[in-house]
C-alpha cells in the first residue's frame, strides 16, 4: 500500500502520521493474512474509523463505564474502585478494551500490556495489536473472504460489512462512516 491510497483511504490522516503508519501497515499486515483486495479495504475501514483516520490511538472517553456490569464483566474488569475500566480503555488502532484483551494482546505479543498498558498507543504496537485482533483474536479475515453476498445466519441477519463492524465494535456504532471508507478502499487498492 502506499502513503497515496492511505490519503486517499483516510483522508483526514496527519501528514507525519501517513509517513509513520504506511511501513508499519505494510510490514504486519502480511504477517497476519490481510493481504487480499477483501481483507485489506474491510480491515482498513474499521482501523481507520476506530483511530480517527490513523490520528488517535488512545479511546477519548474516560473508561468508567467499563467498569461496572456486565460489560465490566465481559471485558474482565474487576471491581468498580480499582480502576481497571480507565486503566485497560480503548488503545491502539483497533481499540483493545478491557483487562481480558489486554492480557490476550501480551500474551500473543510478547509484551506486557496489563503492566504498561500505555505501550499500545505506540505506533508499533498499535499496529501489531490491531491486526492481531483482526486476523487471530477475531479471525476476520475469514469473514472477510466471504461473497459481498454473504448474510449471517442466525436470527439477526447482517452483511458481511455489518458483522465484521459488530465483531470489532460490538455494535454498529460509527457504521456510516466505516463504510464510507470501505468504499474509498475499494476504489484504490
Not at 490513523?54 to 474487576?78: I, M, P, Q, W
Request: aromatic share 10%; net charge positive.
Amino acid at each position: 500500500m502506499t502513503a497515496e491510497q492511505l490519503k486517499f483511504i483516510a483522508p483526514a490522516i496527519k501528514p507525519a502520521n501517513l509517513e509513520m503508519y504506511v511501513p508499519l501497515l505494510n510490514q504486519y499486515m502480511p504477517l497476519y493474512g490481510i493481504t487480499t483486495k477483501a481483507r485489506m479495504t474491510s480491515f482498513l475501514a474499521q482501523t481507520a474509523h476506530e483511530s480517527a483516520h490513523f490520528n488517535c490511538t488512545l479511546e477519548r472517553d474516560s473508561g468508567a463505564a467499563y467498569d461496572v456490569g456486565k460489560l465490566a464483566e465481559r471485558l474482565g474488569n474487576t471491581l468498580e474502585d480499582d480502576g481497571d475500566g480507565e486503566r485497560y480503555k480503548g488503545r491502539g488502532l483497533i481499540q483493545i478494551t478491557g483487562r481480558r484483551n489486554y492480557q490476550a494482546v501480551s500474551d500473543a505479543l510478547k509484551i506486557n500490556f496489563i503492566l504498561n498498558p500505555l505501550l499500545l498507543e505506540k505506533p508499533a504496537p498499535a499496529t501489531e495489536s490491531a491486526c492481531w485482533f483482526w486476523a487471530k483474536a477475531k479471525g476476520l479475515n475469514f469473514i472477510a473472504d466471504m461473497p459481498d453476498t454473504w448474510v449471517k445466519p442466525g436470527p439477526h441477519k447482517y452483511s458481511k460489512f455489518q458483522w465484521i463492524t459488530i465483531m470489532i465494535n460490538g455494535g454498529l456504532n460509527g457504521y456510516d462512516d466505516r463504510l464510507a471508507i470501505f468504499n474509498r478502499a475499494n476504489k484504490i487498492l
